[in-house]
């Protein structure tokens, strides 16, 4: 199963990320959990998150940019859900062989993260891919949907479908290795 935590503070605003969930929504055994549409009062129902994380393989974290990091919700599930004792320390197993696939949509291309002070496009999933590793999961390349700003309609979709084919190919994978 593929649980996509979906955290986007004004969702019926998006127009990337909103393409993206289109096109995934008739994948086989998808979950979305859009988080701030579940918990707009920011109080999150921790036992019902780490039931939904347990039934996954892959796990999503799915987001717009926001000045260089995840939108707030998304890193509070992160303090609350990945809990010690359960997804790390002793006994806390609960992630071990799950992996994690970073999807964030931004504002402005690539190369606006590369240049001058500006800290780097691979720089900005240290800290989300170094939470992954130390739960025991095994952290996939990124899926990144840039120049959101700038994207016309035929591109975002072309970008939302590049998605769904991203994630058909780990589903294709994870059933290889089963057989
Ligand atoms: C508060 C805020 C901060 C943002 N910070 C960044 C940023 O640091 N870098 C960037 O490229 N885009 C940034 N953006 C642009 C969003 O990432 C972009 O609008 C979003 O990915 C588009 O996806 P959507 O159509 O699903 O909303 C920011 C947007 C907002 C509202």
Redesign the pocket.
């Known amino acids: 199963m593929i649980l996509i935590i979906y955290a ?3 969702p019926q ?6 393409r ?1 969930l289109e096109q995934i929504s008739a994948l086989p055994d998808v979950e979305v959990r859009s988080l701030y549409q579940l918990y707009p009062d920011f109080n999150i129902n921790i036992a019902a998150e780490q039931a939904a994380v347990s039934r996954a393989s892959l796990v999503v974290w799915q987001h ?6 995840i939108p707030p919700l998304l890193k509070l599930w992160i303090d609350k859900v990945l809990s010690h004792g359960w997804a790390y320390g002793h006994g806390g197993n609960a992630l071990h062989g799950k992996s994690l696939l970073w999807a ?5 291309s690539e190369h ?2 590369d240049i001058g002070d500006y800290p780097g496009f691979e720089v900005l999933a240290q800290p989300l891919q170094a939470t992954a590793v130390y739960c025991g999961m095994t952290w996939l390349p990124p899926f990144a ?2 120049c ?2 700038v994207c016309d309609d035929e591109t ?1 979709s072309a970008h939302a479908r590049r998605y769904k084919q991203c994630l058909m190919n780990w589903l294709e994978e994870e059933q290889h290795g089963q057989s």
């Open positions: 986007h503070p004004y605003h998006s127009h990337a990320n909103r993206m717009p940019m926001q000045w260089y990091s964030v949509t931004t504002g402005g606006h993260f949907m840039h959101t700003f975002l």
